[in-house]
T-cell receptor
Framework: DAKTTQPTSMDCAEGRAANLPCNHS???????VYWYRQIHSQGPQYIIH???NNETNEMASLIITEDRKSSTLILPHATLRDTAVYYC????????????FGAGTRLFVKA | GAGVSQSPRYKVTKRGQDVALRCDPI?????LYWYRQALGQGPEFLTY????????KSGLPNDRFSAERPEGSISTLTIQRTEQRDSAMYRC??????????????FGPGTRLTVL
């Protein structure tokens, strides 16, 4: 049921930018792209979301293509603590909605 | 402020017993979600509520699973006649779902259920 596809795993060197891609070719016009991450056995943690404009916050940047069929989450200076599973999700902004996480991308940040 | 809490944190039960898992969402949050997560996999959607109304229970595996949120706050996920395949981490999340703060979900620590 997942509306997104992500690579299974990625490596990144500590201090370098981590670029995590996500394909969501069936996204509808009123659906947003959300990113969460899950570190070890903790609960998923919200990172960022966007509709069509690029977004940036203290954790990451989100780049959404003009046709909105794909996006990239960017961690500008990855640290060892960013090693986690990253989930890309599409859903409506408000109103409560069934949320499908998918398998995510396992990011390994290496020293 | 207080986040989402779940109890118990760990539950070990024998096959055939009923279990009730509790979720206390963040105060004022409109939506409450239940997920199940097997080791090494992403959270699997089970059901969700807006206020006290259960909006979608399509993710519940079978009729042994049920959930309620009678007053629009605390929720209980009940599994009847537990089976070993029900063993997993059960996670709850809540969300404000307003025009100002949309679909960001805050997750609780989870309940680790083990069915012997």
């Amino acid at each position: 049921d997942a509306k997104t596809t992500q690579p299974t795993s990625m490596d990144c060197a500590e201090g370098r930018a981590a670029n995590l891609p996500c394909n969501h070719s069936t996204i509808s016009g009123n659906e947003y792209v959300y990113w969460y991450r899950q570190i070890h056995s903790q609960g998923p943690q919200y990172i960022i979301h966007g509709l069509k404009n690029n977004e940036t916050n203290e954790m990451a940047s989100l780049i959404i293509t003009e046709d909105r069929k794909s996006s990239t989450l960017i961690l500008p200076h990855a640290t060892l603590r960013d090693t986690a599973v990253y989930y890309c999700i599409v859903r409506l902004y408000t109103g409560g909605f069934k949320t499908i996480f998918g398998a995510g991308t396992r990011l390994f940040v290496k020293a | 402020g207080a986040g989402v809490s779940q109890s118990p944190r760990y539950k070990v039960t024998k096959r055939g017993q009923d279990v009730a898992l509790r979720c206390d969402p963040i105060s004022g949050h409109v939506s409450l979600y239940w997920y199940r997560q097997a080791l090494g996999q992403g959270p699997e959607f089970l059901t969700y509520f807006n206020y006290e109304a259960q909006q979608d229970k399509s993710g519940l595996p079978n009729d042994r699973f049920s959930a309620e949120r009678p007053e629009g706050s605390i929720s209980t996920l009940t599994i009847q006649r537990t089976e070993q395949r029900d063993s997993a981490m059960y996670r709850c999340a809540s969300s404000l779902e307003s025009a100002l703060a949309g679909g960001e979900q805050f997750f609780g620590p989870g309940t680790r259920l083990t069915v012997l």
